[in-house]
């Protein structure tokens, strides 16, 4: 079992900064992949980010040049530094972790971008 607990959601200006955190927990030799989806009101729900444990990253084409993502993995973190957000950013953010037989979701966390 792994358990994911983020934080870091606010409500920000275009413009603006955040920087979302993903702590794991448990059985974390068993996660692979950990990143995040985003879900907009009326939107589906869309991969924002990974980091495969190989050190392989994607990123949505939306935020490539302004998100990062990056893993500690002595305090088995992820990070999503989100840089020159906007308006269209805005959504809940649910971190997951990827494990060799299953999907662990965290809890999600808001992120509002204002005008």
């Known amino acids: 079992q792994v358990q994911l607990v983020e934080s870091g959601g606010g409500l920000v200006e275009a413009g603006g900064s955040l920087r979302l955190s993903c702590a794991a927990s448990?059985?974390?030799?068993?996660?692979?992949?950990m990143g995040w989806f985003r879900q907009a009101p009326g939107k589906q729900r869309e991969l924002v980010a990974r980091?495969?444990?190989?050190?392989?990253?994607n990123y949505a084409d939306s935020v490539k040049g302004r998100f990062t993502i990056s893993r500690d993995n002595a305090k088995n973190t992820a990070y999503l530094q989100m840089n020159s957000l906007k308006p269209g950013d805005t959504g809940v953010y649910y971190c997951?972790?990827?494990?060799?037989?299953?999907?662990?979701w965290g809890q999600g966390t808001q992120v509002t971008v204002s005008s």
């Open positions: 448990g059985r974390v030799a068993s996660i692979n992949t």
């Open positions: 980091h495969i444990r190989d050190g392989n990253i």
């Open positions: 997951y972790a990827n494990l060799y037989t299953g999907i662990s």
